[in-house]
């Protein structure tokens, strides 16, 4: 069983699934590898709640059937509690994205009494030391693993999220560990992306193969051991993939992203790709920006590739992988995404990797991180 | 203890804690949601998926099906069963 969408108006044009909300980019973390951009949306410009009630009952009618809540830190928002209403209201699975710093108990409790369907929380590593220093906060971890408690208290169902790096990928045992503990019901393993803040930080961030796989064999051992509790989420991290992943299951086939003061991207980083227009809830129907807009239009189906992708038959599985990684290391959005191997810039992509690793004797020293809206240390 | 999917009558299988049942106008289809899952209910599965409430038993589900489709209560105890036990398996469904 999967879902088919065969009933859409326009043939080459998917219904999507998802909705990114983006309602802040306000934090009090910085973690060091952060997906928002590196020039943040200031909070006087950020969408008010009707706007995005409005969006909210459009991506319905649109077909989205899931919206994230995320940020920044959604808690942030004051008004956090009448979005989550309002993404009920219109008929949407909702999903809170929050590390939680900022939602007390009687929060969560207005969040569960809205209809709040998913609560996914981040956490940065297994003990407190280590974990404030990757946030750049002090006496968080503490706090998100009474958090944890009390969401699943509630009665929610809970995701642990683990951005996975250099520093911290050889406690993904006790990750798994930590998470069945808390009682969530699912963790994502995720390595870090390589776009904006994390690229600020590939450096330090760049996991060496040997820990790459190690912690991959881990997570094969532990997902049986755990199967009764926990579903664990982990991929391949592209730096030493040979097969590209269809990035967002497809350029503007599956899910949208909406950032704080309302332009529509059809992935969180589509930013970092010069000369792509987007458009804005605030001058458009979200209906009118997915069928529409010239930044969904560039890189939808398939017409707009080149070679290796063109004539590949992987091209309606991968959809030629990730476009903000083919211009940050290919140097084009229109080349293939250089985790694959049948790239010319897959070599380079290795290299990348490779030049970021650091002596294993170095491993257990503290990295320097820049972190995420602050000076540079 | 049996698990979900099992002929015994004892199990009232329900939704576990962040899954839902929707129907979608957009496609006129019945859908489960659950977190970062979406799975499009096929022909009667939507039937058997409500009457996962925690109250109904599994023989009570498969009675008011062959019921409600009038058909062979064999076949769809087989159906039913096999949806339970996959849903189950997906984690979909608590007892």
């Not at chain 1, 219109?90 to 369907?117: C, E, M, Q």
């Not at chain 1, 191997?341 to 990797?353: G, R």
């Not at chain 2, 049996?2 to 289809?29: C, M, N, Y």
């Amino acid at each position: 069983m999967s879902l088919s969408l065969s009933t859409v108006s326009v043939p080459t044009v998917h219904r999507p699934i998802g909705l990114l909300a983006e309602l802040t980019h306000r934090c009090p973390l910085a973690c060091p590898y952060c997906s928002n951009p590196l020039t943040l949306d200031n909070v006087s410009r950020e969408l008010d709640t009707a706007t995005w009630s409005r969006v909210f009952h459009q991506a319905a009618d649109l077909g989205v059937l899931q919206v994230h809540l995320s940020g920044g830190e959604p808690g942030a928002r004051r008004d956090l509690v009448d979005l989550a209403r309002a993404a009920h209201d219109a008929g949407l699975y909702t999903n809170l994205i929050t590390s939680a710093i900022g939602l007390d108990n009687k929060r969560l409790s207005a969040l569960r009494d809205v209809g709040l369907d998913h609560v996914q929380l981040s956490i940065q590593d297994i003990e407190a030391g280590q974990a404030d220093r990757i946030a750049g906060y002090t006496g968080g971890h503490v706090r998100k693993l009474a958090f944890a408690r009390q969401v699943v208290e509630l009665g929610f169902a809970l995701t642990i999220n683990a951005v996975v790096h250099r520093a911290n990928i050889g406690n993904v045992p006790a990750l798994v560990a930590l998470a069945a503990d808390l009682g969530a019901g699912r963790l994502e393993v995720a390595h870090a992306q390589y776009h904006g803040w994390a690229l600020q930080n590939r450096s330090a961030l760049m996991p060496t193969a040997d820990q790459v796989f190690q912690a991959m064999d881990e997570v094969e051992r532990l997902r049986e051991q755990y199967a009764d509790r926990l579903v664990i989420d982990l991929v391949v991290p592209d730096y030493y993939a040979s097969r590209p992943k269809p990035c967002m299951g497809g350029w503007a086939r599956r899910s949208l992203n909406v950032t704080p003061t309302g332009r529509v991207l059809p992935c969180h980083a589509a930013e970092t790709i010069p000369g792509l227009e987007f458009w804005s809830v605030r001058d458009h129907s979200l209906q009118d920006i997915w069928l529409r807009s010239p930044a969904f239009q560039a890189f939808r189906g398939t017409d707009w590739m080149r070679e290796p992708c063109k004539s590949c038959e992987l091209r309606e599985v991968d959809f030629g992988g990730c476009r903000c990684q083919a211009l940050a290391i290919a140097g084009d959005a229109r080349e293939a995404d250089p985790a694959c191997s049948l790239s010319p810039h897959h070599a380079k992509m290795h290299a990348l990797a490779e030049q970021a690793q650091v002596d294993p004797a170095q491993l257990a020293q503290p990295a320097r991180y820049n972190y995420r809206g602050r000076a540079p240390a | 203890m049996a698990e979900i999917g099992s002929a015994s009558g004892e199990i009232r299988p329900r939704l576990a804690p962040g899954v839902r049942l929707h129907f979608d106008k957009t496609r006129e289809a019945w859908i489960l949601l659950g977190p970062e899952r979406v799975i499009e209910m096929e022909g009667p599965s939507h039937e058997i998926l409500q009457r996962c409430d925690g109250t109904h038993t599994t023989a009570q589900i498969v009675d008011e099906l062959a019921t409600l489709y009038n058909a062979d209560r064999a076949t769809i105890e087989g159906d039913v069963l096999a949806l339970l036990a996959d849903l189950a398996t997906k984690r979909f469904l608590v007892r």
